[in-house]
T-cell receptor
Framework: GENVEQHPSTLSVQEGDSAVIKCTYS??????FPWYKQELGKRPQLIID?????GEKKDQRIAVTLNKTAKHFSLHITETQPEDSAVYFC????????????FGTGTRLQVTL | DVKVTQSSRYLVKRTGEKVFLECVQD?????MFWYRQDPGLGLRLIYF???????EKGDIPEGYSVSREKKERFSLILESASTNQTSMYLC????????????FGPGTRLTVL
């Protein structure tokens, strides 16, 4: 089955700096890589995703890059703000209709003033 | 707007009790999932269902069962609750294949005494 590793487990950055979270996956058949943000006491919510037919995707201050050869993908947040403080989860799928997402263990991002 | 609801936000049960956690989605999604979330372990899949009366084991199904009698409702059952099942339980739903967005419920924090 799929295995997803996520690093770092905690990350502290100053407001305005960039943050990078990295994930690796094991199944070369995976073709969908979403990122979820979970604020304290709230449900995980999708913030960005990438499919295996592209190498990079951007949405305002967040971007995701994918290296299929190396089987890793990363979340980049620029100009961080206090409201970016949350736990971020990466995930990867197994191709197929009835397949599941396998999640990483999460990164707690703290943006300090 | 997709809505996934869970029957309780907080639940306290005693060892050996039978526990039911209910999840309802209102968007006619085919797939529904139950995860547990523990610090440092991320989101681990317990069971999922891709159709009414269909179920598949996830990564940690031991000690749990599920029921899906109607498309909109997916129940997680702890036949005999144990203290190591104290956790946050998250339900999720997804319209179709694994590249569709997965939406989470607000979670149920279960404490087993």
């Amino acid at each position: 089955g799929e295995n997803v590793e996520q690093h770092p487990s905690t990350l502290s950055v100053q407001e305005g700096d960039s943050a990078v979270i990295k994930c690796t996956y094991s199944d070369s058949a995976s073709n969908y890589f979403p990122w979820y943000k979970q604020e304290l006491g709230k449900r995980p919510q999708l913030i960005i995703d990438i499919r295996s037919n592209v190498g990079e995707k951007k949405d305002q201050r967040i971007a995701v890059t994918l290296n299929k050869t190396a089987k890793h993908f990363s979340l980049h947040i620029t100009e961080t703000q206090p409201e970016d403080s949350a736990v971020y989860f990466c995930a990867a799928n197994l191709a197929g209709t009835a397949s599941k997402l396998t999640f990483g263990t999460g990164t707690r991002l703290q943006v300090t003033l | 707007d997709v809505k996934v609801t869970q029957s309780s936000r907080y639940l306290v049960k005693r060892t050996g009790e039978k526990v039911f956690l209910e999840c309802v989605q209102d968007m006619d999604h085919e797939n529904m999932f139950w995860y547990r979330q523990d610090p440092g372990l991320g989101l681990r899949l317990i069971y999922f269902s891709y159709d009414v009366k269909m179920k598949e084991k996830g990564d940690i199904p031991e000690g749990y069962s599920v029921s899906r009698e109607k498309k909109e409702r997916f129940s997680l059952i702890l036949e005999s609750a144990s203290t190591n099942q104290t956790s946050m339980y998250l339900c999720a739903s997804r319209l179709g294949g694994s590249t569709d967005t997965q939406y989470f419920g607000p979670g149920t924090r279960l404490t087993v005494l």
